[in-house]
């Protein structure tokens, strides 16, 4: 298996363009989260999905951004519009869901806002 | 709310010492706690599992324990090489995950 598919790896943009992470979690995977890493917050849930619906989305830090999940293989988050206090790496991870089952993590988006 | 705290937030130590890294969260009714390895650029893998009922788990050269009582972990690294370099994290959650801010262990030849 590939593992955890995120792109773009990097993405630079301007303030106020409109900016879309992707992911792809391991085939089968039930559950599928968002993270972002800054050095000042550490790494925080965003927002995670249980079989395409969203279950928790308490971390996401206002309307500004949103995830959707169409299918079992495909899931973006949104930031729109984009600020600089955005710029992060954003993770995307996948499990099978089980209270015992581990997360495996992608590579990261690492993303820059001017 | 559950916080996880990892102190230091850097540690450096020759190759081949035994050192143990240390996890310390705030609510006692865990669910499991987990430690990943991050290394620059990359993305988490994960190294151990203590689910709550658990004292402690064992991989290679690498223990955690677990102590729920004190609302502690450690991960023991027994004879540390270069190729340990790495930020270490531990997590407390079973989906919903919480992380402490890691310790960025380099490990000098």
């Known amino acids: 298996d590939a593992g955890v598919i995120q792109s773009p790896r990097h993405e630079v943009t301007e303030m106020g363009q409109e900016v879309t992470l992707r992911c792809k979690p391991i085939?089968?995977?039930?559950?599928l989260f968002w993270y972002r890493q800054t050095m000042m917050r550490g790494l925080e849930l965003l927002i995670y999905f249980n079989n395409n619906v969203p279950i928790d989305d308490s971390g996401m830090p206002e309307d500004r951004f949103s995830a959707k999940m169409p299918n079992a293989s495909f899931s973006n988050l949104k930031i729109q519009p984009s600020e600089p206090r955005d710029s992060a790496v954003y993770f995307c991870?996948?499990?099978?869901?089980?209270?015992?089952?581990?997360?495996?993590f992608g590579p990261g988006t690492r993303l820059t806002v001017l | 709310k559950q916080e996880v705290t990892q102190i230091p937030a850097a540690l450096s130590v020759p190759e081949g010492e035994n050192l143990v890294l240390n996890c310390s969260f705030t609510d006692s009714a865990i669910y499991n706690l987990q430690w990943f390895r991050q290394d620059p650029g990359k993305g988490l893998t994960s190294l151990l599992l203590i689910q709550s009922s658990q004292r402690e788990q064992t991989s290679g050269r690498l223990n955690a324990s677990l102590d729920k009582s004190s609302g502690r972990s450690t991960l023991y690294i027994a004879a540390s090489q270069p190729g340990d370099s790495a930020t270490y994290l531990c997590?407390?959650?079973?989906?919903?995950?919480?992380f402490g801010q890691g310790t960025r262990l380099t490990i000098n030849p």
């Open positions: 991870a996948s499990s099978l869901g089980r209270d015992t089952d581990t997360q495996y």
């Open positions: 085939s089968g995977h039930d559950y």
């Open positions: 997590a407390e959650g079973a989906q919903k995950l919480v």
